[in-house]
């Protein structure tokens, strides 16, 4: 059995340290280890983007990421999008879009469009459409997910001008 | 997921001492999107694991007179990223930027898709039409390897014991050249290719004539296919249809694809032949400087 | 947009969805997400074969593996008899789920659970099921629904015989058959009606198998204390249904059983059986600690239900102006590796949009070697309709008669007598077809309004032709029971529990029709999904049933709520009851005295008892939902490739509580349908091993391949209902394939019987058709 390994990073702004063996992937570390459940598992093999995180400044599937890869990272979750008071533009947006059904996707959705809004603050339909392409809905038919999107594009905009 | 051991050498020498020592029990690790999911589900099964993302060489991305180095553990969105790259290496750029969603583009690497050597690999067809070289690093020193030679078959490469891929050279662009990398995939973003077609040409002066031509297909056979002879017909000849489609047809006489779940025969070499001429075409419009 | 709906204050209205904060910032907590003190993680060890009897079973080396502290197998289970119980969606025979839980002496299906091991965490649970032996004796497979019905064909059940349903009256043979069930409906005089038609049109269908894919796998975590009392913890639609499998499989009576719901990612009808709650039970009876299972998704399509793949065909007669004489419809699916697919519906849907005076229905129940099916979302109306609506289509060209007025000469209306017998009362298909009449995607061309596809996946080359396609559909609504509790909180607010898993924001519409009884807004209440014993029992979440009956409920509750209101007002004012009522949230009472809800409420314990509001429903006057859409496509000719331009659904809503998650389960609804017109299907390989186990190959539409979904909600009230709802979330899934195939008709000339109408399948047709 190899040994654990000792990984320090910096998660959600605030420093961290873990023990883990190699073979833990960091989306294993992040819930069962840290207890930090936002992030969720749907695939295991990088095709639903619900385990989406911010890795050293990109949005990875932390599904296929070992845990011991993240010595030195810089890494945010889902845990660190809303600011201390109130809600992020993309959150509040999902919620007045009535962009989720069930939810289990929207952490992964939420930390994906925010890493497009930072590249893109001023997407089309299709360019949303296409950096989405790896997050799965299978409840809403990414409709009002899209609108969501353009609608914080929008809030973002407007507050960036004030 | 089996247990195993996990090292992030910091020397190419290093890296190369570890993966000599231990065989085929240890396997290099890049992006980890083929490599993780391979040993989580036990097609794979290494005792170590040997990060070589830490490695500067295998880390460079330079474009210059000379060419372009790309480091064999670059990851995919840095080289779509490039602007130059997007310009004289257009195909690499076409085919990074499908691969998998933009998470997995984060972390995969061009040279991880070409070590993974699969048949239907999205990176391989535009590395060979644009005349890529391996640099080979191993015990007995480096070596260097024509892209179109590197998979010998599905899932297997040229790579002997202990060697590990460092970087990939492109020669530079000639003048009134252009390239594209296309696939068939059954919805719009995320499938592995059921047909991809890579081109480059290289137009005369006039922007009429192909001075030269390099054609790969992907999924139709047990590797990636330098359909050679498709390319050399095009030396000299005029850029029109006519033409395009004779090298299509010449692309679909060596392509060998099999019936999967993906598609079967029929529809892959028609597939072969559509793609072709298609891609040419794009190509030929890069070259031109209209698309 | 839903048409305007001035009547009410709160319904009608999109207020945020009560839950919505914890869904948005990652707190919600699902079933996996759960972690308890000296908990055990579990795995499961599944069959390699598709068919095989299990000779014996070793575990002794995964045992004795440091770090595993508990291994179980269906000996571990009580041995139970045949025993069917209903479970809301279905009647269920119990032994099957506990032989689906783990197999008893055979497996079969690929993936199907053998055994299952606790440990210390998920790598050595992992470890430990690769160490137990299984010795099995492969048999042959058989693996399509034609082949399996046939005499010589590999029989799963020695004591399967077809048992005959409705009008059926088949005599169970002596032999084995793979037929289970034979179901037969009629009506009227079907020679009669053919001979009378001016033209008839029968055509056979093929659908493939085909998942749910909701995001989050299965999981369930259990806690068998020493004093007996067995907790599951589990993502679930319904937590009095997986009490009772769990009583039934564990042989406890449901006093000893609480089921906690945890939120749910996702269900479409395919987590309403228990597939991990027994095991994960029976594991921590044996390692006396806590057992958390949790699937991957590889797991969830390989050994969980996805709805059958079937073969069909249609007979319709119609008379020279369209109107139809006489229908047949021959329908068999494949049930899986247990008898009991969605035949049963399939068979009362398949006529249901129509009036027919001469019908008849035979549908199958058929044993193959795959997965046992369960419910997806209407289940078996998507593939009736796919053949019923296609034929339609071709009936309306040959004719040369609009689609849209084939469908209104021969909509059901009120008083409409089905071929299984059941009678209509007030419903909404007209109405439903003349919104897609009077739309703007029906009277606009063919490419405005679609969608351009940008970036990688968009080139202008190649041979592309469009076509638009309509089709119509129908699903029940269900009934069923379901209680609520609603305490009233001295600032005017209320506390609503209930016990309806919320799967789509359904909490929130429920909370609103509380609230409209009451007076008071939405966010004045605050809706809880809760356990088995903190509420009364509650059916499923599914059959479109939540925001009816939950919503009676909560509005029976509302009115008692009302009820205590008035006493108390009247005793505050010293006054007689008679003289106190209830309008418009005040409490009025004699010489101009009334109070606010708020007022009053602020009072209570100054005065007297808590006021507590009970609300329970079990009304079966749900009101059947008609949907109707159309579809513009573009097919590349050269590739087989279709895109979908732009989409239009219609549907009667009843009343749209909470429009926005009305519309959204016709969006969602209409994308699902979408990936199983074009893309969803199991691969099976030669030995009967499904090659496409995971979201790569099994192939659910992105974000990147579907435009905006455009809805019109049209709103018939449902006359059985005090604020007329009808339930929604599932006939949207209906009309997709077969909108779908029309339309491809219409831009290339080919008709594609069989789904998928995957990019192989369409060019092969493209290139034959040339």
Request: aromatic content about 6%; hydrophobic content about 40%.
């Amino acid at each position: 059995m190899s040994s654990k390994r000792i990984v320090t990073c910096n998660i959600n702004g605030r420093p961290e340290e873990f023990l883990c063996q190699s073979r833990q992937t960091l989306l294993e570390v992040l819930r069962d280890v840290l207890d930090m459940t936002g992030t969720k598992e749907g695939c295991s093999n990088g095709n639903c983007g619900a385990c989406t995180v911010q890795f050293n400044g990109r949005p990875v599937d932390s599904c296929l990421v070992l845990a011991v890869e993240a010595n030195g990272a810089e890494i945010e979750t889902i845990e660190s999008v809303a600011p201390a008071e109130g809600l992020d533009a993309l959150q509040n947006a999902f919620l007045e879009e009535a962009a989720l059904q069930c939810g289990i996707c929207t952490p992964g959705f939420i930390i994906q469009a925010r890493a497009l809004l930072n590249e893109n603050p001023n997407p089309t339909e299709e360019e949303i459409r296409f950096y989405l392409a790896g997050n799965l809905c299978r409840c809403t038919g990414y409709d009002k997910i899209v609108r969501a999107v353009q609608a914080a594009a929008q809030s973002r905009m407007a507050s960036a001008t004030t | 997921m089996r247990d195993f051991e996990y090292d992030a050498p910091k020397a190419l020498t290093d890296t190369i001492d570890l993966l000599a020592r231990n065989g085929d029990a240890a396997r290099p690790l890049a992006g980890g999107t083929d490599l993780i999911d391979q040993v989580r589900t036990g097609r794979l099964k290494p005792d170590l694991v040997v990060d070589i993302k830490q490695l500067d060489e295998l880390n460079v991305l330079d474009v210059s007179a000379a060419g372009l180095q790309l480091g064999a553990a670059v990851p995919c969105y840095r080289i779509y990223d490039d602007e130059q790259i997007r310009s004289n290496y257009s195909a690499l750029a076409d085919s990074t930027q499908i691969i998998g969603g933009v998470q997995i583009q984060s972390r995969a690497s061009v040279g991880g898709n070409l070590c993974n050597s699969g048949p239907a690999a999205d990176s391989i067809p535009a590395l060979i039409a644009l005349g890529a070289t391996c640099l080979i690093a191993g015990p007995n020193g480096e070596r260097e390897l024509p892209v179109e030679k590197f998979c010998i078959g599905p899932g297997q490469n040229a790579l002997q014991a202990g060697e590990l891929l460092v970087e990939l050279k492109f020669p530079a662009p000639p003048a009134h050249s252009g390239s594209h990398y296309r696939r068939f995939i059954p919805r719009n973003e995320m499938d592995i290719a059921v047909v991809g077609v890579g081109a480059a040409v290289t137009l005369d002066d006039a922007g009429e004539t192909i001075v030269s031509a390099r054609i790969a297909l992907g999924a139709v056979g047990p590797t990636p296919i330098f359909a050679q002879a498709a390319g050399d017909l095009l030396a000299g000849k005029a850029a029109t249809d006519e033409n395009f489609t004779a090298a299509a047809e010449a692309a679909q006489a060596i392509a060998t694809p099999i019936d999967d779940m993906r598609g079967t025969k029929e529809f892959r070499l028609h597939l072969v032949g559509v793609f072709t001429q298609r891609v040419l075409r794009q190509a030929v419009a890069r070259a031109r400087g209209e698309a | 947009m839903a048409t305007a709906e001035k009547k009410y204050k709160v319904i009608g209205t999109r207020p945020i969805r009560h839950d919505g904060v914890d869904k948005v910032t990652g707190r919600a907590k699902y079933g996996a997400d759960l972690h308890l003190t000296g908990m055990l993680y579990g795995a499961i060890l599944r069959s390699p074969h598709a068919h095989a009897r299990i000779k014996s079973i070793d575990t002794s080396k995964a045992e004795a593996l440091p770090g595993v502290r508990a291994v179980v197998t269906n000996a571990d289970l009580p041995q139970i008899g045949s025993k069917i119980a209903d479970l809301g969606e279905g009647m269920f025979n119990l032994q099957h789920i506990s032989r689906i839980a783990l197999a008893c002496e055979k497996v079969t299906y690929k993936g199907h659970a053998v055994a299952a091991v606790a440990a210390d965490n998920i790598h050595i649970a992992q470890e430990a099921t690769a160490l137990i032996e299984v010795d099995y004796e492969p048999l042959p497979h058989v693996m399509d629904v034609r082949e399996a019905m046939r005499d010589d064909a590999p029989i799963l059940h020695e004591d399967v015989r077809t048992e005959a349903f409705a009008s059926a009256t088949d005599e169970p043979g002596d032999q084995p058959t793979n037929i289970a069930k034979h179901f037969f409906h009629e009506k009227g005089n079907i020679e009669e009606g053919f001979s009378a038609a001016h033209l008839v049109l029968e055509r056979e269908f093929t659908t493939a198998t085909v998942h749910q894919g909701y995001i989050e796998p299965h999981n369930a975590t259990a806690l068998w204390n020493p004093d007996g009392q067995i907790t599951v913890w589990t993502s679930t639609q319904g937590t009095f249904v997986v009490r009772e499998q769990l009583s039934g499989l564990l042989q406890e009576p449901i006093s000893k059983i609480k089921v906690v719901p945890m939120e749910i990612g996702g269900g479409f009808g395919g987590k309403i059986v228990a597939y991990l709650p027994p095991v994960a039970a029976i594991l921590s009876k044996k390692s006396g600690r806590p057992v958390q299972l949790v699937m991957d998704r590889t797991e969830v399509l390989e050994a969980t239900g996805p709805t059958p793949g079937s073969y069909m065909k249609v007979k319709i007669g119609v008379d020279s102006e369209g109107l139809i004489t006489a229908a047949d419809a021959y329908i068999a699916f494949e049930a899986g590796g247990f008898p009991g697919s969605p035949i049963p519906a399939a068979s009362m849907t398949v006529f249901a949009c129509y009036e027919i005076p001469n019908g008849r229905v035979n549908g199958y129940d058929v044993c193959v070697n795959k997965p046992a099916t369960k419910a997806y979302r209407a289940p078996g109306a998507t593939q009736a309709a796919f053949a019923v609506e296609s034929v339609l289509d071709e009936i309306a060209e040959q004719l040369n008669i609009d689609p849209l007025e084939l469908r209104l000469k021969n909509a059901a209306v009120e008083g409409t007598r089905r071929v299984d017998g059941v009678e209509f009362a007030r419903i909404g298909m007209r109405e439903t077809v003349e919104a897609i009449q009077q739309s703007d995607h029906w009277k606009s061309e063919i490419g405005d309004g679609a969608r351009h596809i940008e970036g990688p996946a968009h080139y202008d080359d190649g041979n592309k032709r469009c076509g638009r396609g309509f089709a119509a559909g129908f699903w029940f609504n269900a009934g069923l029971k379901s209680a609520v509790t609603a305490t009233v909180r001295t600032d005017g607010t209320v506390a609503l529990l209930e016990g309806s898993t919320d799967i789509g924001g359904s909490r929130a519409g429920i909370a609103m029709q509380l609230a409209e009884t009451l007076g008071i807004t939405a966010e004045e209440v605050t809706p809880t999904v809760v356990d088995t014993d903190s509420i009364g029992y509650t059916d499923v979440t599914g059959g479109s049933r939540v925001t009816f009956a939950t919503g009676w409920a909560a509005y029976e509750a509302a009115l008692d709520i009302q009820r205590q209101m008035v006493k108390r007002a009247a005793l505050i004012w010293d006054c007689n009851a008679d003289d106190v009522c209830y309008e418009d949230g005040r409490i009025v009472g004699p010489a101009d005295k009334s109070f606010t809800f708020g007022e009053l409420a602020a009072q209570v314990h100054k005065t007297g008892e808590p006021i507590i509001g009970r609300g329970s429903s079990d009304h079966n006057t749900p009101g059947g939902a008609f949907a109707a859409h159309i579809v513009d496509v573009q097919v590349d000719l050269e590739t087989g490739k279709v895109e979908i331009l732009r989409f239009t659904a219609a549907q009667d809503v009843g009343t749209a509580i909470h429009p926005a998650y009305v519309e959204g389960q016709i969006q969602g609804a209409a994308v699902q349908g979408i990936g199983w017109a074009l893309n969803e299907e199991y691969f099976f390989d030669d030995a009967g091993e499904m090659r496409n186990a995971t979201f790569l190959d099994y192939r659910i539409p992105t974000c990147y391949d579907v435009p905006m979904i455009e809805t019109i909600l049209v709103e018939v009230p449902n006359p059985g209902h005090p604020y007329g709802v009808r339930g929604v979330g599932e006939v949207p899934i209906v009309p997709p394939p077969a909108a779908i195939a029309n339309a491809i008709y219409a831009a290339t000339g080919v008709r594609m019987p069989n789904l998928p109408i995957s990019p192989p399948n369409l060019l092969h047709a493209l290139l034959e058709n040339k």
